[in-house]
């Protein structure tokens, strides 16, 4: 039993979706920075999952499996995070797959837009920056425009010309939010809404996404999050409670330059709140024994 974990991060990206870091870094940025419980989870991709695995029990940091899919949910892009799923699950890996099949076109598509503002080449650019091609996403057309000199970091490149109604947004059928959540619980894991602060949902809206969500089998929220305020973790602290749901803490982290917080450096989850590892120790690998 570790019920004693505090320093648990399970949200973060490396090369296989939009991170700058191979899982291996990430691993030993995590245990250097004193997480005790891991998990990577690249966007709508479990490819890097067996290396970070082995990474991790090589280095004696217990370990959870994790993705992170994109839903498409009341005309907005929802993440919910899945961890602890066995990561050969047949139907997980097909609707992942399924999910990343639509990006070569929506990125071609992206790059029109751009182009119609004069920005030319910006999807042969943004590959170049990119570790898997199914998962070209928005965070390699930033990073290719910040290089390029169009903007001078990548948030500015999000406020002028990836959101919506921006020239280079285009909208997109992600994952339902029934099929995401089954995915993960038949494969043994644990849905948690990412970051709930991020979607600008009205209070009817976020009631909507949390209670069908729960009605599919999703049982945790990230509350502690790099994309979260202080003042925000506190209000889904709340939204936890409420609920009862499950509590995650996760940095986010894709970057050591773009990155606000760091793996492992975050605040801990309020005491009272039931963390999500609670329900998954059966699910967490420990070191390889010998
Ligand atoms: P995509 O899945 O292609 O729509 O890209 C979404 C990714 O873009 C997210 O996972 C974040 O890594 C990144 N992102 C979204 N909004 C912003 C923002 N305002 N500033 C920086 N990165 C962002
Ligand atoms: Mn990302
Ligand atoms: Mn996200
Ligand atoms: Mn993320």
């Keep these: 039993m570790k019920d004693t974990i505090l320093n648990a991060d399970l949200h973060c990206h490396s090369k296989v979706s939009d991170g700058t870091l191979e899982p291996e870094d990430l691993a030993a940025r995590a245990k250097a920075n004193g997480v005790e419980l891991w998990a990577l989870t690249d966007h709508d991709e479990i490819g890097g999952q067996q290396r970070a695995l082995e ?19 009341a005309h907005k892009v929802v993440h919910i995070v899945g961890l602890g799923f066995d990561h050969e699950d047949e139907e997980l890996v097909q609707g992942l797959r399924a999910t990343r099949g639509g990006r070569e076109q929506r990125g ?11 920005i030319h080449g910006a999807f042969e650019g943004s590959l170049k920056y990119v570790g898997n091609p199914e998962l070209i996403s928005r965070t390699h057309f930033a990073r290719f425009l910040v290089d390029a000199g169009h903007c001078g970091d990548v948030s ?3 406020r002028r010309y990836l959101t919506e109604g921006k020239p280079g947004y285009v909208e997109h059928k992600w994952a339902s939010l029934g ?6 619980t038949e494969a ?3 849905a948690v809404i990412a970051h709930p602060a991020r979607y600008g949902f009205t209070p009817t809206e976020e009631y909507a996404l949390i209670t069908e969500f729960m009605a599919h089998g999703g049982r945790g929220i990230e509350v502690v ?12 602290a709340g939204v936890a409670d409420e609920f009862g749901l499950l509590a995650s803490r996760g940095s986010d982290f894709h970057s050591p ?13 309020p005491g009272r709140l039931t963390p999500v590892w609670s329900a998954l120790q059966e699910r967490i690998h420990h070191r390889a024994s010998a």
Aim: glycine share 10%.
């Design 55 to 73: 990474a991790a029990q090589t280095l004696g940091l217990p370990y959870l499996t994790g993705t992170e899919i994109s839903v498409s949910f």
């Design 108 to 118: 071609r598509e992206m790059a029109a837009g751009l182009a119609r503002v004069g």
């Design 156 to 158: 500015e490149v999000f």
């Design 179 to 184: 099929d995401a959540v089954r995915w993960i």
């Design 188 to 190: 043994c894991g644990v």
């Design 225 to 236: 999050t790099g994309s979260h305020s202080v003042a925000e973790a506190i209000k889904y």
């Design 257 to 269: 330059t773009e990155s606000r917080t760091d793996l492992g450096l975050l605040d801990l989850l």
